[in-house]
């Protein structure tokens, strides 16, 4: 049987606010991008009487039975929509788990973009959006991997507007819990994305921007500060950012000899923490 290859993109945060609460759901906004990080998907139709799924890579470990593409294959055999098919997913995480990269929804993603490319599902915008819900807020996002603008109330726009930045990404030993940043949530931002545009992709408008879980973070975690403050430091740097609610941090720059002159920078003062440099797509 064929085995098929999918590519599961990274997703970054460029920019994020929080703009209030509704019951106990934090209402956002977020300009995001995707690079070309990513994880590797193998697909393929089996005869066994269950989906075999498997984790693989450098951040395969502690990933337990209940997952985004678990939890996506039990509600399609829900909704009867594969037919009572099979298969046998391996995915090759390249991925930092809880770095605020979206992983594990995009991976669901990509799986669900494959499942209607191919014919294996079929499935109307409503249900689409009521499945990807089902699995986690960031799904969504996912199911287009280009430049996104989510507003406050919830509308996406999507812009094929190539924003061309070169990107550190780096990640401390550790993961933050998205749980516990949330919920020191103690104030919102007016919201500035719902009239959304192309134009708030270039790099001035981006520079004066936050992501409001940052110094959340930051007061949690001392380690992120300095990571933060050596970014800030280094060379022709544009600006740097926290992605979702961390761990990572990503900086900014306009060429890949500046941002490969970063990583080897960055290597040199923390050689025991994973980075890598990346580009959006």
């Not at 002159?261 to 580009?279: E, G, T, V």
Request: net charge positive; hydrophobic share 40%.
């Amino acid at each position: 049987m064929t085995s098929f290859k999918i590519k599961s993109y990274a997703k970054i945060n460029l920019a994020l606010n929080i703009t209030g609460k509704v019951l106990k759901l934090h209402k956002i906004e977020s300009i995001v991008c995707f690079i070309d990080l990513h994880d590797l998907i193998y697909v393929k139709l089996t005869n066994t009487k269950n989906h075999k799924i498997s984790f693989e890579g450098k951040f395969s470990k502690n990933i337990g039975k209940k997952n985004t593409v678990s939890t996506l294959l039990k509600l399609l055999d829900q909704k009867k929509m594969l037919n009572n098919r099979k298969f046998r997913i391996k995915i090759i995480k390249n991925i930092p788990q809880q770095s605020g990269m979206g992983g594990g929804s995009m991976n669901a993603s990509s799986l669900i973009n494959f499942f209607i490319l191919k014919k294996i599902i079929k499935i109307n915008k409503e249900e689409l959006l009521k499945l990807t819900k089902s699995i986690g807020s960031d799904v969504v996002l996912g199911l287009n991997p280009i430049n996104t603008i989510l507003s406050s109330s919830g509308k996406i726009r999507k812009y094929k507007k190539q924003i061309q930045f070169h990107t550190l990404i780096v990640k401390p030993n550790f993961g933050c819990s998205t749980k516990y940043i949330y919920s020191k949530v103690k104030s919102f931002s007016k919201p500035q994305f719902n009239f959304s545009k192309k134009s708030m992709f270039n790099k001035s408008y981006l520079q004066n921007l936050n992501n409001d879980l940052e110094l959340i973070a930051l007061e949690k975690y001392p380690e992120l500060k300095k990571i933060r403050l050596f970014l800030l430091t280094i060379p022709n740097i544009i600006f740097v950012r926290m992605s979702g609610s961390g761990s990572s941090f990503v900086a900014y720059f306009h060429s890949k000899k500046t941002c490969s002159i970063a990583l080897k920078q960055f290597k040199r003062k923390f050689n025991s923490l994973w980075c890598i440099a990346s580009k959006t797509i």
